[in-house]
């Protein structure tokens, strides 16, 4: 809870900026950092390692994120479509370099030896200046399911900000909506915020943005929902149209960094009733978790309210802070 990062993009992140795949240096090679990665201190495949890698610089993926990637680093069209890591170059964002603030100056208590017990790695990353909960996150692990969306750093901050000098706010004063990457339209809010209160309940129910271009009688899809690939929509679609009487003629999908597609509709159908339609059979609608479930100092399994996750971090930077100020009195 206190960096919202999970321990195998954690291990990768440390080592990228231990071994200097920063903002601040020249572009490496990917399968450089994959090797650096496995063989320092992450224990599972070069294929998940890359993985975490590029997702983590995906526009799309992250709502903020903490890899920049040179060459191709993936698409809307479809999961895991990156170019093999011999022909791109990855490096940590310069948002990144907030995650490893003062971490030489004994900001950690808590380090773990890596699997050849040669090296550690910290359990928790300081995360000065930046709490990572805008990039949201989603995950099994143990038999415990965990979905957190994404935030607006702006308004995530002002949140912060606010409950520390109010430190018995209200629920509604340190709010904050959803913002996911991708884009799209949030249908529930009243359901979300009592979620996010709660620290688990109702879904983000998410609309694509869609408008009729009358002219061309289509849909135009400008922005879908997080998580959702043009290559899932355009294969439901290719099910509708094979089935008939759907009122659509035809679709082009013609996403490149950001989505588009157009749905060619038949001469008599009605807009409103086809899109309808599409929404309820479709990935146009989709739903995203709220579940807080997250570990509490790194230890124990808890489910956090909205206001309790800001404050574990709050108090985090706060040790964080006085450590590096300990440290410099020292010195």
């Keep these: 809870v206190r960096d919202c990062l999970k321990p195998s993009a954690r291990q990768i992140f440390f080592c990228m900026d231990k071994y200097k795949y920063t903002a601040a240096k020249p572009f490496n090679k990917t399968m450089a950092a994959i090797g650096d990665a496995m063989k320092h201190f992450y224990i599972h495949g070069d294929s998940s390692c890359e993985g975490i890698i590029m997702r983590a610089g995906q526009p799309f993926a992250m709502r903020y994120p903490l890899v920049e990637v040179k060459g191709n680093g993936g698409t809307l069209l479809s999961s895991g479509n990156w170019a093999d890591p011999r022909y791109t170059e990855t490096r940590l964002s310069k948002l990144a370099a907030y995650l490893f603030n003062d971490i030489d100056k004994d900001t950690i208590d808590d380090w773990r030896d890596n699997y050849a017990d040669n090296e550690q790695y910290p359990g928790v ?4 200046g930046f709490y990572n909960l805008v990039n949201g996150t989603s995950g099994i692990g143990i038999g415990m399911a965990c979905s957190v969306p994404q935030y607006n750093l702006k308004e995530l901050n002002n949140a912060l900000i606010h409950l520390i000098d109010h430190p018995d706010c209200d629920f509604e004063e340190i709010y904050c909506a959803p913002d996911f990457a991708t884009g799209a339209i949030l249908y529930n809010e009243g359901d979300v915020k009592e979620s996010m209160k709660n620290g688990t309940g109702f879904a983000c129910k998410l609309r694509s943005v869609v408008d009729f271009d009358s002219k061309e009688r289509c849909f135009v899809v400008t922005e879908i929902p997080y998580g959702v690939y043009t290559n899932t929509i355009c294969g439901q679609l290719e099910a509708i149209i094979n089935e008939g009487n759907s009122g659509i003629d035809r679709f082009n999908d013609l996403t490149g960094s950001t989505p588009l597609i157009k749905i060619y509709l038949a001469k008599k159908a009605n807009p409103d009733k086809v899109l309808k339609y599409l929404y309820k059979n479709t990935s146009l609608q989709y739903r995203y978790g709220i579940n807080f479930t997250m570990l509490d100092n790194g230890r124990f399994p808890k489910v956090f309210t909205w206001k309790e996750m800001l404050q ?11 450590a590096a100020f300990q440290f410099d009195l020292n010195k």
């Design 125 to 128: 990353l300081p995360t000065k």
């Design 312 to 322: 574990s971090h709050i108090d985090h930077e706060r040790a964080v802070y006085r």
